[in-house]
């Protein structure tokens, strides 16, 4: 997958000069490989200064010095040292290209010593153990560096898209400040905690938006995505043999945590589907089957839905390529259905995480006296893992908190009476015809040989499951087992935490309306994340506007909507190559996603790949009447 170079009336970065087959430098009496290095080397270390202001110049070698030692310090190892050498190295050399590598391999998740070694990788990037994290320094150090590479700009088209964006975002990093600076946080606080995820997205844009002027970053970036991808799935496939996973409770399978990366390869997917670059080959082949499967054993719900809903509305604007897009997904869905019913239990897994959660939270709705989702009756399984009203409602239609049913002696909600022509307790009839002698049900729904109720599922000794010769009745779905059991409850609690978040964040907002409770406020009684130490609801704008006041989601919106409309203009394009359309994809993905927890504003790793990508597709610096400059982009 590659980025192709658009022509321009320049004719100077964006035209692709014409280059012999296997030559890297463009002269053919010279070798290609030594040439390369001899030109890759100094060209990553001394950024162009023939057109760029000297204060820029210094700025970039300043930040680049920082951003190392602070990786060296970071990290206190020998892979630290190195990577405190490569890393800035490859971000003055290729500013776009080096930092979407590292949004798209560090993963922002702390380890706990649950988490396995690839669900945490490369976290110090975003959770560092200083006060600001690496990738602040080294997205500066990238946008600095782009600048320097097509310094001097052009005149900035301010009425257009980039522009709004640009204007959105900068006035979030004022609002954040502002806001720290009225509830009595220091200047450097309400910076670093506030307005860091929207300084991000300001760096993003600018590196997006620099994409179109770099040359090399073009040709390069779009591999290098795809190669960052296929060695993140070749990865998890060597760690789940060995249980390096995030969270067994939900999949033997379940990988990356961060919802970030399957919203990247789900954008990445979408992107490659009817591009005209497409090539029937094997890197082609092996990114589009790659891409899908990260977003699966992520396990991501919300990136589920956004994707298909983002997959949608490019299919319908690229209607006349539909031919194309068809065989695409002819080819990858049956090879996806083949590794999902040859690895043991995935597809079991994947049609819980996608389908049993959301069943459990409609047929039992948290109710509204209770403000702690977890709390929640419905939300609770009983002793066998399914939930109380499942058992059969008590008389006031409410599941009952224990999971058994009320002594109401009405029917129970299988309407099946038992063997003895009485309504049995659990709705099922009991293997002897007769009720037990508690007259209560057993855990299970299974009397025990004595008759008495039994607490769990296992046989008796005698290896009879109930007594009598006759087998036991058995429900039209079988039980779950003990793991389902947990993975339903784990996913009803998160459904109804979310839910509950949603109708709690907008009472508080009802009560402060105009200003907030600010971004110091701890958090507020009832909301699903007790643990938080700020106020933090599962809505992006409900957090904001509880934090920042009114203004903030407004800002947020426009910005989201502005590059939602830049996003389908670019799909529409017949002209966009499949880096626009991925970054066009993302832009689309990213709304809804936000709608179930604040990533922009709580995290570093989504304003920065949000930035870049709606950098990408809403330019703000124009590309024409820029003095011609010989040899490219090249530093």
């Given at each position: 997958?590659?980025?192709?170079?658009?022509?321009?009336?320049?004719?100077?970065?964006?035209?692709?000069q014409?280059?012999?087959?296997?030559d890297?430098?463009?002269?053919?009496?010279?070798?290609?490989?030594?040439?390369?290095?001899?030109r890759?080397?100094?060209?990553?270390?001394?950024?162009?200064?023939?057109?760029?202001?000297?204060?820029?110049v210094?700025?970039?070698w300043a930040?680049?010095?920082?951003?190392?030692?602070?990786?060296?310090?970071t990290l206190?190892?020998p892979?630290?040292?190195?990577?405190?050498v490569?890393?800035p190295?490859?971000?003055?050399?290729?500013?776009?290209?080096?930092?979407?590598?590292?949004?798209?391999?560090?993963?922002?998740?702390?380890?706990?010593?649950?988490f396995?070694?690839?669900?945490?990788?490369?976290?110090?990037?975003?959770?560092s153990?200083?006060?600001?994290?690496?990738a602040?320094?080294?997205?500066?150090?990238?946008?600095?560096?782009?600048?320097?590479?097509?310094?001097?700009?052009a005149?900035?088209?301010?009425?257009?898209?980039?522009?709004?964006?640009?204007?959105?975002?900068a006035?979030?990093?004022?609002?954040?400040?502002?806001?720290?600076l009225?509830?009595?946080?220091?200047p450097?606080?309400?910076?670093?905690?506030?307005?860091?995820?929207?300084?991000?997205?300001?760096?993003?844009?600018?590196?997006?938006?620099?994409l179109?002027?770099l040359?090399?970053?073009?040709?390069?970036?779009?591999?290098?995505?795809?190669?960052?991808?296929?060695l993140?799935?070749?990865?998890?496939?060597?760690?789940?043999?060995?249980?390096?996973?995030?969270?067994?409770?939900?999949?033997?399978?379940?990988?990356?945590?961060?919802?970030?990366l399957?919203?990247?390869?789900?954008?990445?997917?979408?992107?490659?589907?009817?591009?005209?670059?497409?090539?029937?080959?094997?890197?082609?082949?092996?990114?589009?089957?790659?891409?899908?499967?990260?977003?699966?054993?992520s396990?991501?719900?919300?990136?589920?839905?956004?994707?298909?809903?983002?997959?949608?509305?490019?299919?319908?604007?690229?209607?006349?390529?539909?031919?194309?897009?068809?065989?695409?997904?002819?080819?990858?869905?049956?090879?996806?259905?083949?590794?999902?019913?040859?690895?043991?239990?995935?597809?079991?897994?994947?049609?819980?995480?996608?389908?049993?959660?959301?069943?459990?939270?409609?047929?039992?709705?948290?109710?509204?006296?209770?403000?702690?989702?977890?709390?929640?009756?419905?939300?609770?399984?009983?002793?066998?893992?399914?939930?109380?009203?499942?058992?059969?409602?008590?008389?006031?239609?409410?599941?009952?908190?224990?999971?058994?049913?009320?002594?109401?002696?009405?029917?129970?909600?299988?309407?099946?009476?038992?063997?003895?022509?009485?309504?049995?307790?659990?709705?099922?009839?009991?293997?002897?015809?007769?009720?037990?002698?508690?007259?209560?049900p057993?855990?299970?729904?299974?009397p025990?040989?004595?008759?008495?109720?039994?607490?769990?599922?296992?046989?008796?000794?005698?290896?009879?499951?109930?007594a009598?010769?006759?087998?036991?009745?058995?429900?039209?779905?079988?039980?779950?087992?003990?793991?389902?059991?947990?993975?339903?409850?784990h996913?009803?609690?998160?459904?109804?935490?979310?839910?509950?978040?949603?109708?709690?964040?907008?009472?508080?907002?009802?009560?402060?309306?105009?200003?907030?409770?600010?971004?110091?406020?701890?958090?507020?009684?009832?909301?699903?994340?007790?643990?938080?130490?700020?106020?933090?609801?599962?809505?992006?704008l409900l957090?904001?506007?509880?934090?920042?006041?009114?203004?903030?989601p407004?800002?947020?919106l426009?910005?989201?909507?502005?590059?939602?409309?830049?996003?389908?203009?670019?799909?529409?394009?017949?002209?966009?190559?499949?880096?626009?359309?991925?970054?066009?994809?993302?832009?689309?993905?990213?709304?809804?996603?936000?709608?179930?927890?604040?990533?922009?504003?709580?995290t570093?790793?989504?304003?920065?790949?949000?930035?870049?990508?709606?950098?990408?597709?809403?330019?703000?610096?124009?590309?024409?009447?820029?003095?011609?400059?010989?040899?490219?982009?090249?530093?």
């Amino acid at each position: 997958m590659g980025s192709r170079g658009t022509s321009t009336a320049s004719g100077t970065d964006d035209a692709p000069q014409p280059r012999e087959r296997g030559d890297l430098t463009g002269d053919a009496g010279r070798p290609a490989l030594p040439a390369a290095a001899s030109r890759w080397v100094p060209a990553a270390l001394r950024p162009r200064t023939a057109t760029a202001p000297r204060p820029l110049v210094w700025a970039t070698w300043a930040m680049a010095a920082f951003t190392a030692a602070y990786i060296a310090w970071t990290l206190r190892s020998p892979v630290g040292v190195v990577l405190a050498v490569a890393v800035p190295a490859l971000v003055l050399r290729l500013p776009v290209t080096g930092i979407v590598l590292v949004a798209v391999l560090a993963q922002e998740i702390k380890p706990n010593g649950r988490f396995g070694a690839l669900t945490t990788l490369g976290y110090q990037t975003f959770v560092s153990t200083g006060k600001i994290p690496v990738a602040l320094p080294l997205a500066l150090t990238a946008a600095l560096a782009a600048a320097v590479r097509w310094w001097p700009p052009a005149r900035p088209r301010l009425r257009s898209a980039g522009g709004v964006l640009v204007g959105a975002a900068a006035a979030l990093v004022v609002l954040s400040v502002v806001a720290g600076l009225l509830h009595g946080q220091s200047p450097f606080s309400a910076v670093n905690q506030n307005a860091r995820p929207f300084v991000l997205l300001v760096l993003g844009l600018v590196i997006g938006m620099s994409l179109r002027l770099l040359r090399d970053d073009r040709r390069s970036v779009g591999p290098t995505v795809g190669v960052a991808l296929c060695l993140l799935l070749v990865a998890a496939a060597i760690a789940i043999p060995f249980g390096e996973i995030a969270d067994d409770r939900l999949s033997d399978y379940f990988v990356y945590y961060d919802s970030a990366l399957p919203a990247i390869a789900a954008a990445v997917f979408i992107g490659m589907l009817g591009d005209d670059g497409w090539r029937w080959d094997w890197r082609h082949l092996g990114v589009l089957t790659a891409a899908p499967l990260l977003v699966l054993i992520s396990f991501r719900r919300s990136v589920w839905l956004a994707a298909l809903a983002a997959f949608l509305v490019v299919l319908v604007l690229t209607w006349p390529r539909w031919r194309r897009i068809a065989r695409q997904v002819v080819v990858v869905v049956p090879v996806l259905a083949v590794i999902a019913l040859a690895a043991p239990g995935f597809a079991a897994d994947l049609g819980l995480r996608s389908a049993g959660s959301f069943e459990l939270s409609g047929s039992a709705a948290s109710p509204t006296s209770s403000p702690k989702p977890s709390s929640s009756p419905s939300g609770t399984p009983t002793a066998t893992g399914t939930p109380g009203a499942n058992a059969g409602p008590p008389a006031s239609g409410k599941p009952s908190p224990s999971g058994k049913p009320s002594p109401t002696g009405k029917p129970s909600a299988t309407g099946k009476p038992s063997p003895t022509g009485k309504p049995s307790q659990t709705g099922k009839p009991s293997p002897t015809g007769k009720p037990s002698p508690t007259g209560k049900p057993s855990p299970t729904g299974e009397p025990s040989p004595t008759g008495t109720p039994r607490a769990t599922g296992t046989p008796s000794p005698s290896g009879r499951t109930g007594a009598g010769s006759g087998p036991s009745s058995t429900p039209t779905r079988p039980a779950p087992t003990q793991r389902a059991e947990e993975s339903i409850k784990h996913q009803t609690e998160s459904t109804a935490g979310h839910l509950s978040d949603l109708r709690l964040g907008w009472d508080y907002v009802r009560e402060h309306v105009w200003t907030g409770v600010g971004p110091q406020s701890p958090q507020l009684p009832g909301l699903a994340a007790r643990d938080a130490t700020r106020v933090y609801v599962h809505n992006e704008l409900l957090q904001d506007w509880l934090r920042y006041g009114p203004l903030a989601p407004v800002l947020v919106l426009l910005f989201l909507v502005t590059a939602g409309l830049a996003a389908l203009r670019a799909v529409r394009d017949p002209a966009s190559d499949v880096v626009v359309r991925s970054a066009a994809a993302f832009c689309l993905i990213a709304p809804l996603c936000l709608m179930t927890a604040p990533f922009l504003a709580e995290t570093s790793r989504w304003p920065l790949v949000l930035g870049i990508a709606a950098g990408i597709v809403a330019p703000l610096i124009l590309t024409r009447g820029r003095p011609a400059r010989p040899g490219g982009d090249g530093a």
